[in-house]
């Protein structure tokens, strides 16, 4: 078997400027908003989560959807979301699949129940006698536009298979009485744990040229083998058991027909084809966050070592 280790990978971290302004517009527009709808990719509970949006809007209460559970393990994505929903405070989670309906109805249900809570806890007695507003966030392409375009069906947000696709927030009003504030897709600020940036990377959150595609396809191809998720692979003709890596990229260059002048395999098209068909779902379901039941809680937790040091200097200045 391959021997796969990533212990020499650093800095797989992205936060470029229109983050931090975002950032502070989530933090301004917050007293507007009855919920705050964390978006997250089933494959990646916890890695894609951005626990610091959850501390930037705790005063609110949470729904955290669980999106492209088409393309998780479904009792794997149940445990997430039930740990999830344990772990925070006024809190609730849907597990959707956005592209194929599936889940929305829930959205708009369980937004409106944990606001009826909120407002009971607080000691409202009046209706409500405007619209209620959810917030969507999360970090970049785990399908916030595309949710809400959804729910929306005028279709009027721009949505893209690549991180940052939404730039600036945006109402959009979806029935008499529900409105939506769509955000840019926004990361923790500093470095992840390695392994954490590699799933952000090949789940798109992270521009995958930023951490390379090589090294990406690498770490999904460690990955299928962790979870013996063979079937596509052998699919192009890769015979198993592999002992050597580049059979598999040369197998699959071959099945693909990509050539380099004087038939040396294509292996930048052959790993791009690789991402591109894991984005499409091709190798089948597979949760990459590993349960938190199965590990150290300090490894399910601090995912982002200097991240929490960060978002505290950032609410320190603006204080
Ligand atoms: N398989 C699958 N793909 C989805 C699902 N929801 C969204 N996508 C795809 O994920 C990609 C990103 O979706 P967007 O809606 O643009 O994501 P976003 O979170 O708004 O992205 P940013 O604008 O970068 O913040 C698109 O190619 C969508 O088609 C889903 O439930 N399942």
Not at 39 to 55: F, H
Not at 281 to 308: C, E, N, R, Y
Request: hydrophobic share 35%.
């Amino acid at each position: 078997m391959i021997n796969f280790d990533f212990s020499f990978v650093k800095g797989v971290g992205w936060y470029p400027g229109h983050m931090l302004k975002a950032t502070r517009d989530i933090r301004k527009q917050l007293k507007l908003v009855d919920v705050v709808v964390i978006l997250t990719d089933a494959r990646t509970p916890i890695s894609s989560l951005n626990e610091g949006l959850i501390k930037i809007t705790s005063t609110k209460p949470i729904l955290i959807v669980l999106n492209k559970a088409d393309l998780a393990e479904d009792e794997k994505t149940l445990e997430w979301a039930e740990y999830l929903k344990s772990k925070y405070e006024n809190c609730d989670y849907v597990i959707t699949e956005t592209l194929k309906r599936r889940g929305l109805r829930q959205i708009t249900d369980s937004a409106r129940k944990l606001i009826k809570e909120d407002r009971k806890k607080k000691g409202a007695t009046r209706p409500l006698l405007r619209p209620i507003r959810l917030m969507i966030v999360g970090v970049p392409n785990v399908g916030k536009s595309s949710l809400i375009n959804a729910l929306n069906r005028k279709k009027s947000t721009r949505t893209g298979p690549r991180p940052g696709v939404t730039r600036s927030q945006q109402w959009i009003t979806l029935a008499d009485d529900m409105e939506l504030l769509d955000t840019p897709g926004i990361m923790p600020p500093g470095n992840p744990l390695v392994e954490c940036g590699l799933r952000l990377g090949l789940i798109n959150a992270v521009k995958q040229d930023l951490i390379g595609k090589s090294l990406l396809v690498t770490y999904l191809i460690s990955q299928l083998f962790k979870h013996e998720n063979y079937n596509h692979l052998k699919s192009f003709g890769v015979k198993f058991p592999v002992t050597d890596y580049d059979h598999i990229l040369e197998t699959i260059s071959a099945k693909m027909g990509y050539k380099l002048p004087g038939n040396m395999p294509d292996i930048r098209k052959t790993e791009e084809y690789i991402l591109r068909e894991y984005t499409d779902g091709k190798f089948g379901k597979m949760t990459l966050d590993i349960h938190p039941d199965s590990q150290a809680k300090s490894d399910v937790t601090i995912l982002w070592p200097d991240a929490k040091i960060n978002m505290d200097a950032e609410e320190d200045k603006e204080s």
